[in-house]
């Protein structure tokens, strides 16, 4: 039976060769530990299930301008919303214009 091989892009290469350079600075965790962020792990997939739609209207200009960001992170543009939307919810968007005069030197 052929071994299955991975493809791997220029980023994991460089993180495979690090962890395999490095192999003794790595050591298993204890099984109480695992299951800890195994249980921490579940949690998160349950609370971030998707099951809603979310149907808003936006001018076309908006919309190119959220594409263009996405695409500049790498990420799909509706992930995106789903992100900012997350972030606010939270509490952790930052608005930089309502805290830059914080930081001006006077």
């Known amino acids: 039976m052929r071994k ?3 493809k791997l892009d ?3 290469k460089a993180l495979l060769k690090a962890i395999e350079d490095n192999a003794e600075a790595w ?9 800890k962020h195994t249980k921490y792990a579940s949690a998160t ?5 998707k099951d809603k739609f979310l ?10 301008a959220l594409r263009a960001r996405a695409e500049a992170e790498g ?3 509706q ?9 606010y919810i939270v509490g952790i968007l930052i608005d930089v214009n309502a ?3 914080l930081f001006k030197t006077r």
Do not use: D, F
């Open 4 to 6: 299955k091989t991975l």
């Open 10 to 12: 220029k980023e994991e």
């Open 27 to 35: 050591s298993s965790v204890s099984n109480g530990e695992k299951k």
């Open 45 to 49: 997939i349950t609370q971030g299930k």
């Open 55 to 64: 149907n808003i209207r936006i001018s076309s200009q908006e919309l190119n």
């Open 75 to 77: 990420i799909p543009y």
């Open 79 to 87: 992930t995106m919303v789903s992100s900012v939307l997350h972030k």
């Open 99 to 101: 805290i830059r005069p």
